[in-house]
């Protein structure tokens, strides 16, 4: 069946590269607010009788949601057979449990809202921690792509002699699956969280790795602290200045401006568009989606 791709606004590259790499014909979603603040959504393509891909990277879910849900019905009621998500960054992945009495498990409530407006979810490095895989979250099939191998290749490419350093235990599966393609050595931090932007990170004697360049790879680069308090500590050993090469490019708040002195340059996948963004991922989504696998149900 054909394709339709639409991006929702602030997505249009990525879903272009990814029409481009799948042959599917590119619509886009018109947008705006009434003076009253509620939303406007018009579909610019034809969905009838075709498969809908809509593109939103989930940077700004909250506002982002409700017109990917408008958008969504709009296509369906035009004729879609098929209304698929995808959003190489997937939020609210990470209030996975509820760590004080009272607070909403916004990693439940956010997978029944996308499960019951979506055909299937397509995504890239989900924050999986307490979870297993995304199927023991979302009701709906799922593809959840891995970028490690491209930010191996991309490593491998533009560093000399790296040493991949991840920030903290979470961050072991991609340093040492990078580490591991590239058949270079990596080592793993570890870190304590005291609050949204306060981590404390302890180094292991990374002494006899002086004469490599660290490489800082991580999933998600929000606050910016896990990866400034890592670079000052290895700075603090009298390792050269690192790099950092992240799948998920947030960069919330003021934290492009604290961490661009730490590192000799900061690279990212364009899963969130961001100046940093020099790994493409458009070729590794639309070939997930021409093969039509689906996660195995877990
Ligand atoms: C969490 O464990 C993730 O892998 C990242 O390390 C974390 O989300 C980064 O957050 P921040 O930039 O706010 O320190």
Same mark, same amino acid.
């Given at each position: 069946m054909q394709r339709l791709t639409l991006a929702l606004p602030g997505n249009e590259d990525l879903a272009r590269g990814i029409a481009q790499a799948c042959g599917s014909e590119a619509g886009r979603i018109e947008t705006r607010r009434f003076p009253d603040g509620e939303s406007y959504v018009r579909l610019h393509g034809e969905p009838a009788d075709r498969i809908v891909d809509l593109i939103c990277t989930?940077?700004?879910?909250d506002p982002q949601f409700l017109l990917l849900a408008f958008a969504a019905d709009a296509a369906r009621e035009l004729g879609a057979q098929e209304v698929n998500l995808i959003a190489p960054y997937l939020a609210y992945? $990470?209030?996975?449990?509820?760590?004080?009495?009272?607070?909403?498990v916004t990693s439940r409530s956010f997978a029944r809202l996308v499960s019951s407006t979506f055909d299937k979810l397509l995504t890239v490095d989900p924050h999986l921690h307490r979870y297993p895989t995304l199927s023991a979250l979302y009701t709906i099939p799922t593809i959840t792509l891995h970028a490690a191998p491209l930010l191996a290749d991309w490593i491998a490419n533009h560093v000399e002699e790296p040493l991949i350093v991840g920030?903290?235990?979470?961050s072991e599966q991609w340093a040492g699956a990078i580490a591991s393609r590239i058949g270079v050595p990596h080592a793993v931090l570890r870190k304590t969280r005291h609050g949204d932007r306060s981590v404390d990170i302890d180094v292991p004697?990374?002494?006899?790795? $002086?004469g490599r360049t660290p490489v800082l790879v991580d999933d998600i680069a929000s606050s910016g602290r896990t990866l400034a308090v890592a670079a000052r500590k290895l700075a603090e050993q009298g390792m050269r200045k690192p790099e950092c090469v992240v799948v998920?490019?947030?960069?919330?708040?003021d934290a492009w401006a604290q961490l661009t002195p730490l590192f000799a340059r900061i690279t990212s996948t364009d899963a969130v568009p961001h100046p940093?963004?020099?790994?493409?991922?458009a070729s590794l989504i639309a070939d997930a989606l021409s093969s039509g696998k689906t996660d195995p149900r877990g």
């Open positions: 989930l940077a700004h879910p992945m $990470r209030q996975d449990k509820r760590f004080h009495d009272g607070e909403s920030p903290d235990e979470e004697d990374l002494s006899i790795w $002086r998920h490019a947030l960069f919330a708040e940093s963004n020099r790994i493409g991922l």
